[in-house]
């Protein structure tokens, strides 16, 4: 698996105040789409799981349900990919947002 950014390529650009981990798709980290969609639940306690999970936005059912189609990483990893996300970081559990042009805005989301 190649990912579009070498570990060299990520600066800090975020530090989180709690759990760092997140799932993000592919489309993401190996086509270099930007961040479309993305949702916060309860992390895993077994992990440094933040609850934070991303997505391009074109990912259909087929796509998602192969585990290989996804990959954990730290926050500041996919900040690097997409840093308009960063302002959006701290929302509580339960949040989602939709990407509506250079923008995210509150999207309904039942967890």
Request: negative net charge.
């Amino acid at each position: 698996m190649a990912f579009l950014l070498s570990k060299d390529q990520i600066k800090r650009l975020y530090t989180p105040k709690g759990n760092a981990g997140c799932l993000a798709s592919n489309r993401i980290t190996v086509d270099g789409m930007k961040v479309g969609y993305m949702y916060r639940e309860e992390g895993d306690p077994t992990f440094p799981d933040s609850g934070w999970r991303f997505f391009a936005g074109d990912e259909d059912e087929e796509y998602t349900d192969n585990p290989d189609n996804f990959h954990i990483f730290d926050l500041n990893t996919i900040c690097n990919y997409d840093s308009d996300i960063i302002k959006y970081l701290d929302a509580p559990l339960g949040v989602a947002f939709i990407r509506e042009g250079d923008v995210f805005v509150l999207d309904e989301y039942e967890e």
